[in-house]
Every structure is written in C-alpha cells, then in structure tokens.
C-alpha cells in the first residue's frame, strides 16, 4: 500500500525559507519519479517540481530559480527547498507518486505553508 507522509511546513513571512520532506514507504521509491504539487485556498491541484527517479529535478514557471526539488533514495525520501517565498506560495503541499504534471491520484495528507507579508 501506497503511504506518503509530508512534513517540514509552518509559518513563514515573505522571503523566507522551508523545506519540505515527503515520507514514501508501499512501493518501489527508487524506481518512480515523484513530483510536489499544493493547493491553495479555494484552488485546485497546481504542479510545482518534481524529480525523476534518478533524480533529474524539474519545475514549473512558478518555482524555477526559487525552489529546489532532490530525493535521497536510500532513505525513500523526496525533498522541496522552498526559498524566497512570496504570499501565493500559501497552500497545502502534497507529494505525489509518479513523475506525471497532471495526475496526482497517489498523494499524501500534505503539509500547510502559510507566508504572510
């Protein structure tokens, strides 16, 4: 069985920085890509970066040069460095299995950023 568990969000203010951790366990991490996504308030599901299983990362317009997705495969775990945050960062981050951009079926319970101005 699929578990991801996010942790690592809280309370920011604009311009500063979290990092996010995401927990896999139920599956064969190292043979998936994994990709971040959020949702703000009121919002649907918004892809932000991702890695491939390798660990190649890539990102969306909106977290190029800012955030920074890695993974260690050793400890099953995918991480987001999220730096320079701005207010509409605010949402619930997810991880989810598999490297799509559009099908986030497989994601954990998420984590809440919250960066105030």
């Known amino acids: 069985q699929v578990q991801l568990v996010e942790s690592g969000g809280g309370l920011v203010h604009t311009g500063g920085s979290l990092r996010l951790s995401c927990a896999a366990s139920?599956?064969?991490?190292?043979?998936?890509?994994m990709v971040w996504v959020r949702q703000a308030p009121g919002k649907g599901l918004e892809w932000v970066a991702g890695?491939?299983?390798?660990?190649?990362?890539f990102y969306s317009t909106s977290a190029k040069g800012r955030f920074t997705a890695s993974r260690d495969n050793s400890k099953n775990k995918l991480y987001l460095d999220m730096t320079n945050l701005r207010p509409e960062d605010t949402a619930v981050y997810f991880c989810?299995?598999?490297?799509?951009?559009?099908?986030?079926?497989?994601r954990g319970q998420g984590t809440q950023v919250t960066v105030t101005s």
């Open positions: 890695t491939t299983a390798g660990g190649d990362a």
């Open positions: 989810s299995k598999g490297a799509s951009t559009a099908d986030f079926t497989e």
């Open positions: 139920g599956f064969d991490f190292g043979s998936y890509g």
